[in-house]
T-cell receptor, first 112, second 115 residues
Framework: GNSVTQMEGPVTLSEEAFLTINCTYTATGYPSLFWYVQYPGEGLQLLLKATKADDKGSNKGFEATYRKETTSFHLEKGSVQVSDSAVYFCALSGNNFNKFYFGSGTKLNVKP | EPEVTQTPSHQVTQMGQEVILRCVPISNHLYFYWYRQILGQKVEFLVSFYNNEISEKSEIFDDQFSVERPDGSNFTLKIRSTKLEDSAMYFC?????????????FGPGTRLLVL
């Protein structure tokens, strides 16, 4: 079956530090992979996506590469800001009607 | 930029009461979804809807739940007789047909509290 595993949080970093949030998946077929971000009190916002192996999604300085050989889609950012503090969700979609499977979410706290 | 909207943002209800959660998907989208997130837990799929019928539903989506697209813009989730364990954040999402169909856009959510 399909599932997503994310690293446990919270992750606490100082401003300008390097960020990695690990995400691995199991899936049948060829899923698309996503990162969504949830800022305090708000809904889920699409951060980036990759639809096939070796694709790199990027947005707002965040990147993630779809690695089929390691079944991973780790989120990275070279220099985090306080405004990046949020909960980050890794997700996959794997069938024609696009049912999403979410990871448990990783809370990121960035301190000035 | 077009966005999915949901109303109300918060709803408090008594156990056993019916609630209707409303969503307005992005206007040219044809696939619609409901998810829920119980506090501290994963976001879970409830149901998908396409061409005026349910495409897929999870085991959570039992007879107490129903969805409807009553007009050309709204998409609703009804819980007929709420239970304490229905307390959660409910997210509506939509996606387009054709290129980009795999991406879902989520609304801000409705926080439901059942007392």
């Amino acid at each position: 079956g399909n599932s997503v595993t994310q690293m446990e949080g919270p992750v606490t970093l100082s401003e300008e530090a390097f960020l990695t949030i690990n995400c691995t998946y199991t899936a049948t077929g060829y899923p698309s992979l996503f990162w969504y971000v949830q800022y305090p009190g708000e809904g889920l916002q699409l951060l980036l996506k990759a639809t096939k192996a070796d694709d790199k999604g990027s947005n707002k300085g965040f990147e993630a590469t779809y690695r089929k050989e390691t079944t991973s889609f780790h989120l990275e950012k070279g220099s985090v800001q306080v405004s990046d503090s949020a909960v980050y969700f890794c997700a996959l979609s794997g069938n024609n009607f696009n049912k999403f499977y979410f990871g448990s979410g990783t809370k990121l706290n960035v301190k000035p | 930029e077009p966005e999915v909207t949901q109303t109300p943002s918060h709803q408090v209800t008594q156990m056993g009461q019916e609630v209707i959660l409303r969503c307005v998907p992005i206007s040219n989208h044809l696939y619609f979804y409901w998810y829920r997130q119980i506090l501290g837990q994963k976001v879970e799929f409830l149901v998908s809807f396409y061409n005026n019928e349910i495409s897929e539903k999870s085991e959570i989506f039992d007879d107490q739940f129903s969805v409807e697209r009553p007009d050309g813009s709204n998409f609703t989730l009804k819980i007929r007789s709420t239970k304490l364990e229905d307390s959660a954040m409910y997210f509506c999402a939509s996606s387009e047909e054709g290129q980009g169909w795999e991406t879902q856009y989520f609304g801000p959510g409705t926080r439901l509290l059942v007392l």
